[in-house]
């Protein structure tokens, strides 16, 4: 059974960086898209960066381009999101998620898995002086 563990929020001041770890079990990245999903306070979750386990070709939000970096590791079962330049804006509550037979373009743009696939229970990321 597919599960995802979200690691490594945490609190940073404005400017600063954080890598987020998605943690896959029961599934190999392989076989999925995964993606990032950023919810901020009292707001919708919407789609980060997005990547293909299979081919690594990945999807930006145009605020995180050129500040945010997605990869996988395929030995290690794990996709990460390295964020820099950290904005109060970029605050709230980051999810991971899993979805077979998509691109990452679209499974960030949906905002979501809508087929196979699950999401994992999400990281807190608090931006503030």
């Known amino acids: 059974q597919l599960q995802l563990v979200e690691s490594g929020g945490g609190l940073v001041q404005p400017g600063g960086s954080l890598t987020l770890s998605c943690t896959v079990s029961g599934a190999t990245v392989e076989d999925y898209v995964i993606g990032w999903f950023h919810q901020a306070p009292g707001k919708e979750h919407e789609g980060v960066s997005c990547?293909?386990?299979?081919?690594?070709?990945?999807y930006y939000r145009d605020s995180a381009q050129d500040r945010f970096t997605v990869a996988r590791d395929i030995a290690k079962n794990t996709v990460i999101l390295q964020m820099n330049s950290l904005k109060p804006d970029d605050a709230g509550v980051y999810y991971c998620?899993?979805?077979?037979?998509?691109?990452?373009?679209?499974?960030?743009?949906?905002?979501?898995?809508?087929?196979?696939?699950?999401w994992g229970k999400g990281t807190r990321v608090t931006v503030s002086s």
């Open positions: 990547i293909s386990g299979r081919d690594g070709t990945s």
């Open positions: 998620a899993a979805e077979k037979k998509t691109t990452a373009q679209d499974m960030c743009v949906k905002g979501g898995p809508y087929g196979v696939g699950g």
